[in-house]
């Protein structure tokens, strides 16, 4: 079986090394053995261990909900449900998201109208919105 050093590993993976520190230090990469000299050998179970990290986090999954993720695949007792309700989840939480991202989009447009585009910046309607106590 091939086994990478650190650097290589990132190389291998698209990362730089201190992403692949990082992913070690957060629990997200096993403890790999070391060779003589003392160098962390990944190996390429390790190389796909971050690829998952990677698309994961590219649908909005956090570090720690990945992690929940990669125990649940080792998980004797866990079944596809659980993995299922987690994407369940992430979906619901993306859907809140984009629901409050189209309330901002639509207040920053309110604010955007009510600027006549000119004039000292002191007396901007946006700036003058934004320091006061009501919604827009």
């Known amino acids: 079986m091939e086994r990478f050093t650190r650097g290589k590993l990132a190389a291998q993976s ?8 990082y992913y070690e230090k957060r629990g997200l990469l096993p403890e790999p053995p070391r ?7 990944f190996s390429t179970e390790s190389i ?19 992690k929940e993720l990669l125990d649940l695949g080792v998980t004797p007792e866990a079944t596809t449900s659980d993995v299922r ?18 309330e901002m989009k639509k207040s920053l447009e309110v604010l955007v109208e009510s600027c006549c585009n000119g ?15 009501s919604k827009f």
Do not use: H, W
């Open 48 to 66: 796909n261990r971050i690829r998952f990290i990677k698309q994961a986090q590219e649908l909005g999954f956090s570090l720690k909900e990945i």
């Open 14 to 21: 698209g990362v730089n090394t201190a992403t692949v520190r």
């Open 35 to 41: 060779s003589n000299v003392g160098y962390r050998m």
């Open 85 to 102: 309700n987690r994407a369940v989840e992430k979906i619901a939480y993306i859907g809140d998201k984009i629901k409050r991202l189209r």
């Open 119 to 133: 004039g000292s910046a002191s007396e901007c309607p946006i700036l003058e919105n934004l320091s006061s106590e």
